[in-house]
T-cell receptor, first 110, second 115 residues
Framework: LAKTTQPISMDSYEGQEVNITCSHNNIATNDYITWYQQFPSQGPRFIIQGYKTKVTNEVASLFIPADRKSSTLSLPRVSLSDTAVYYCLVGGTGGFKTIFGAGTRLFVKA | EAGVAQSPRYKIIEKRQSVAFWCNPISGHATLYWYQQILGQGPKLLIQFQNNGVVDDSQLPKDRFSAERLKGVDSTLKIQPAKLEDSAVYLC?????????????FGPGTRLLVL
């Protein structure tokens, strides 16, 4: 199972772009990279998923280099409401366990 | 579309007592997950059901924890007897068919405090 490593915490200011990088050196060929967001007193919520290159949706972008050993979640112009914990998960098909790491605590300041 | 429902939202018990949590997944979702989230940590998978069968319970402390999903819809997680270290949020999630790359939809969780 591919293990992930993320920064424990990050601070930012409103309106800035935030990039959170996740390392997954042992990623397997079948593995996808998925990011979840968790607010206090809520369950995690899916943000974005990708396999390679770049994926963009209405919330975030996900950049994955060619070797796929890391990925970067990019949140454009963050607001106070983006203060949350962000989890990077790596897994593929075929019954792999879902493993959440400790996540990255993002704190957005005014 | 209704989300994943969990009850109760909060529970306080004394050690050695029993407690049960209930989860109703999103309609039509075959896969149901129970996670334990200790303060400051990420969720840890306890058990995964596919319909009414167990797919993975390798991290479930089976001497005290049990879970069932009898009709392949809602599920109950029980702790008997509870220990202080069981204080955590218990999250239920569901997904359509259980592939890891599928989005999991989480409920609000049940916060358990064991005194």
């Amino acid at each position: 199972l591919a293990k992930t490593t993320q920064p424990i915490s990050m601070d930012s200011y409103e309106g800035q772009e935030v990039n959170i990088t996740c390392s997954h050196n042992n990623i397997a060929t079948n593995d996808y990279i998925t990011w979840y967001q968790q607010f206090p007193s809520q369950g995690p919520r899916f943000i974005i998923q990708g396999y390679k290159t770049k994926v963009t949706n209405e919330v975030a972008s996900l950049f994955i280099p060619a070797d796929r050993k890391s990925s970067t979640l990019s949140l454009p112009r963050v607001s106070l409401s983006d203060t949350a914990v962000y989890y990077c998960l790596v897994g593929g098909t075929g019954g792999f366990k879902t493993i959440f790491g400790a996540g990255t605590r993002l704190f957005v300041k005014a | 579309e209704a989300g994943v429902a969990q009850s109760p939202r909060y529970k306080i018990i004394e050690k050695r007592q029993s407690v049960a949590f209930w989860c109703n997944p999103i309609s039509g979702h075959a896969t149901l997950y129970w996670y334990q989230q200790i303060l400051g940590q990420g969720p840890k998978l306890l058990i995964q059901f596919q319909n009414n069968g167990v797919v993975d319970d390798s991290q479930l402390p089976k001497d005290r924890f049990s879970a069932e999903r009898l009709k392949g819809v809602d599920s109950t997680l029980k702790i008997q007897p509870a220990k202080l270290e069981d204080s955590a949020v218990y999250l239920c999630a569901s997904s359509p068919s259980g592939e890891v790359r599928e989005t999991q939809y989480f409920g609000p969780g049940t916060r358990l405090l064991v005194l």
